[in-house]
Structures are given as C-alpha cells and as structure tokens.
C-alpha cells in the first residue's frame, strides 16, 4: 500500500506542476478567467493532496492501523473525482460534470476525518 500511495504522490504532484505550468504559461489567453479559477482550483487542490500523500507515506510506519491507508485512499479517490471534474468541466465545456465534483470533495474531507481520528487514537 505504501508503494501505491508514494507512486500515486509522485504522479500527482508532477502532473499537478505541468498542468500548473500550462494555465499560467498556455492556458492563460485560451480560457475565461472563470474557467482558468476552475482550472487553478483542480491544480491547487491536486497538489495539496500530493503533498499530503506523500506525508501520509512517512507517518504509516509510525501510526498503525489501517485508518492512514483508507486516508490515502479516499485522497487518491478525491483528487481523481474532484480535480478530475473540473478538468472535464474546462476542456469539454460540459458543466454537468460539476455535479460529481462534490463527491470527490467528500472523499477528500473524509480522509482528512480519518486523519483526525488516527491521531486522537493516537493520543
């Protein structure tokens, strides 16, 4: 599981910095201001999530159980659905995909949900 969430880290956070440096460098004149916000609002979440994937990593050896891998699920899950919509949402024109945003947006707060509990068990 460590193998998975470190690799998915990686890819993420690499993606996230090209497509990072696409909006600033090509997108920027190619979108609206409100679908580049969406589009820097994907990327900002995606390398958040990264980052914190990549910590999540370093603290499985340290906390047991199995709450910090269900976490990096639900982060990977999250990033995938949330960030994925809103790219969907920019490069197809198609807002209906924002109605699945939100699901990925609950992953997202449910790993974090279970990062709290995994500290307070912790304790």
């Known amino acids: 599981m460590k193998r998975l969430v470190l690799s998915a880290s990686g890819l993420l956070g690499f993606l996230g910095v090209v497509l990072g440096a696409a909006g600033a460098h090509v997108l920027r004149g190619t979108l609206s201001e409100k679908d580049l916000g969406i589009f820097e609002t ?4 995606q390398l958040i999530h990264a980052l914190a994937l990549f910590i999540l990593v370093l603290l499985m050896d340290k ?4 709450l910090l891998q269900v976490a990096g ?3 990977l899950s999250g990033v995938l659905i949330f960030s ?6 920019v490069f197809s024109g198609v ?3 924002g109605a699945v945003a939100p699901i990925g ?3 997202l707060m449910a ?5 709290f509990i995994a500290g307070l068990r912790r304790i």
Do not use: D, E, M, Q
Request: with cysteine.
């Open 63 to 66: 906390i047991p159980g199995k």
């Open 95 to 97: 807002r209906s995909f």
């Open 84 to 89: 994925g919509s809103l790219y969907l949402i």
């Open 42 to 45: 994907a990327v900002r979440y």
């Open 111 to 115: 790993g974090w949900i279970c990062i």
């Open 105 to 107: 947006g609950l992953c």
């Open 73 to 75: 699920v639900l982060w």
